[in-house]
């Protein structure tokens, strides 16, 4: 549903996006994700119209958004990282405004803005004034109002910011409800625990490249394999599991072993396989009886792709 | 593909019109200013009448203190218009941007030409209401004889077309800059510039030109610099106060504008100053909205680094 290949920005001298490229299917909850400067809000830019890439392709639904805006913006609804509010207007009057800016005609855009106020849980809210309601209420008027010509892509970006632990539970539930809706959402933040628990695609970017991007079990899979290994032994009493501790310590490679409850878990660098290491078990006569490459939260795998080159320009600053 | 029966329909329904509208005559700012500009325009018009009657030779009758008065509430009326409209104006899309509402409303399916169309007559609708709101003040005056119909009309219109200009100035500069105060102050001295200041620089080289020219020698009236024959002001005055001594050939006139030199030419049908300014503010509207439109289109290549 949205593609994008190859695409760069430049802001004077400073490289936002290099051959950012990534796909993301119809119907998915795309987690992007990045430092702040990575490139996200750049690149949803983009996407939204508002900003012209330099080179690269992204379409929407199969339009160029580069080419045909007014196409892009019919398929797409944006949420920006701010709240812009008009004074004066209520919340109803303030998606009524918005249906008429997507050509709805006015009756059309009045039961539509009720409807969006009740999906949204505002609808007891909708003849108060837009600058009264609350930062959380605002943002999901703010939703609401992306909504409003019943779009099948929507771009979020950072929707989360600000808004305390309740609003944030009530905006990801209502993201999941855009989902069973049919509704394909691409979604920028910086807080990783929430992105992990909401989305079923996973983009990582990193100044401007996208280092890691694909379904989430499969980026998670991806980072942690080869990291860590937990191994359990048949005959597991303290003086074997300390056998095949030493034993694995003494491998290269392998960074670190822990021993916890008769269970081992290795810490790999990665030019060690994890076959050699079973094999190499198993011909030292103990009783394998799991080896389960232990999956990686997404905040690791978030640090270990983005911290890299944060890292090395410390350590040639340093 | 371009929608044109889309685009012309944005020309009458317009969502931003009612919404600015609604957005404007809900504050106090609204009748705050209605209420002001009547104030000061009828104290003006009190203060004219109770010097005219006073000091007005007796043989001058009504009738002319009628049409003195309305050429002063006219001019005042103008000179009003041309102070109100960038400060309705100005921040009309500068506002959008400090609220941060302008990038939402780009990705809404609206063309830069409708934000601009529907910007520019929101802001001249209320100005429109000032003008209107000042009729009981004008018929009131015009009741005293003197003032043709003909006239009013042409006051009114010269008014009208001038709000409109003063408008679409400003709502240029408002396109041109990211903050209202900037574009205000802008606007202010654009607004200022092609009305005080034309009138005072047309006036000048006037001057200039008929002391060095024969005509000064044989007490010819002097032909009026095209920089002051193009200002609203003193097409206004011309209009109310000597309506049949103002009016060139456009043969004098396109000999006057190219700074040409011989004897004056009687060629072409006449124009009047009323005629002449508002040719050159339909002119300057034209220009400034559409350079609103590119400068509104021509944002998104001119974005800066986001924090994301």
Same mark, same amino acid.
């Given at each position: 549903m949205i593609a994008v290949d190859g695409l760069t920005k430049r802001f004077g001298k400073h $490289? =936002? $996006?290099?051959g950012l490229e990534f796909t993301v299917p119809q119907g998915e909850i795309f987690g992007f994700l990045g430092p702040n400067g990575a490139g996200k809000t750049t690149t949803i830019r983009i996407l939204a119209t508002l900003t012209r890439p330099d080179a690269g392709v992204a379409t929407i639904g199969g339009i160029r958004v580069d080419r045909d805006r007014f196409g892009v913006q019919k398929l797409m609804g944006y949420v920006p990282d701010y709240f812009g509010v008009y004074d004066r207007l209520t919340a109803v009057e303030y998606l009524e405004f918005y249906a008429g800016c997507h050509d709805l005609p006015p009756r059309q855009g009045r039961r539509v803005a009720h409807e969006l106020l009740e999906l949204v849980a505002l609808a007891d809210r909708a003849g108060d004034q837009v600058d009264a309601l609350s930062r959380g209420m605002k943002q999901r008027l703010c939703l609401a109002r992306a909504l409003v010509h019943n779009p099948q892509v929507l771009l979020l970006d950072e929707? =989360?910011?600000? $808004?305390?632990p309740r609003a944030r539970v009530d905006m990801r539930e209502l993201i999941r409800e855009l989902r069973r809706m049919g509704k394909t959402i691409l979604v920028s933040s910086h807080i990783v625990p929430e992105m992990e628990e909401l989305c079923t695609w996973i983009g990582v970017i990193e100044h401007g490249r996208m280092v890691a991007v694909g379904p989430k079990a499969d980026v998670l899979r991806r980072a942690a394999t080869g990291r860590r290994v937990r191994i359990e032994l048949a005959d597991a009493d303290e003086a074997r599991i300390e056998a095949a501790r030493e034993r694995l310590d003494g491998q290269a490679g392998v960074l670190a072993v822990e021993a916890e409850d008769g269970v081992l878990e290795v810490s790999l660098g990665e030019e060690l396989a994890q076959h050699r290491l079973l094999r190499d078990l198993v011909e030292a006569g103990f009783d394998v009886a799991a080896f389960t490459p232990v999956a990686g939260s997404l905040s690791d795998v978030f640090l270990g792709l983005t911290g890299t080159e944060e890292e090395e320009e410390e350590e040639m600053a340093g | 593909m371009i929608d044109w029966r889309r685009r012309l329909r944005r020309i009458y329904r317009n969502p931003l019109i009612l919404k600015d509208g609604l957005a404007r005559m809900r504050s106090w700012w609204a009748p705050g200013v209605v209420a002001l500009y009547l104030a000061i325009l009828g104290l003006f018009a009190c203060l004219f009448f109770a010097l005219s009657l006073s000091t #007005?030779?007796? #043989?001058? /009758?009504l009738a002319r203190v009628g049409s003195t008065a309305f050429a002063a509430l006219a001019l005042a009326q103008l000179g009003l218009v041309c102070l109100f409209a960038p400060g309705v104006a100005a921040g009309a899309i500068s506002g959008e941007r400090e609220r941060q509402t302008l990038d939402v409303l780009m990705v809404s399916g609206v063309t830069s030409l409708s934000v601009v169309w529907g910007k520019l007559v929101a802001s001249i609708a209320f100005l429109l209401l000032l003008i209107a709101s000042a009729l009981p003040l004008f018929a009131t005056v015009f009741l005293? /004889?003197?003032?043709?119909v003909q006239q009013f009309v042409i006051t009114q219109v010269l008014t009208v077309v001038t709000a409109v200009t003063a408008g679409a100035l400003s709502l240029f500069w408002s396109a041109a800059f990211r903050r209202t105060l900037i574009s205000t102050v802008t606007a202010y001295a654009a607004t200022f510039a092609a009305t005080v200041g034309t009138l005072v620089l047309g006036a000048i080289l006037t001057q200039i030109a008929y002391t060095s020219s024969p005509a000064a020698r044989t007490g010819t009236p002097p032909d009026v610099h095209p920089i002051l024959f193009f200002n609203p002001g003193y097409a206004m005055g011309a209009l109310l106060l000597q309506p049949s001594g103002a009016q060139l050939h456009t043969g004098r006139l396109a000999q006057l504008v190219l700074l040409a030199t011989g004897p004056a030419s009687q060629s072409g049908p006449v124009i009047e100053p009323w005629q002449a300014a508002l040719t050159v503010q339909l002119a300057l509207v034209a220009v400034s909205f559409l350079g609103a439109v590119l400068l509104l289109r021509g944002r998104r290549g001119r974005e800066s680094p986001s924090a994301g």
């Open positions: $490289l =936002a $996006l290099q929707p =989360a910011s600000g $808004l305390d | #007005a030779p007796r #043989a001058w /009758g005293f /004889g003197g003032i043709d």
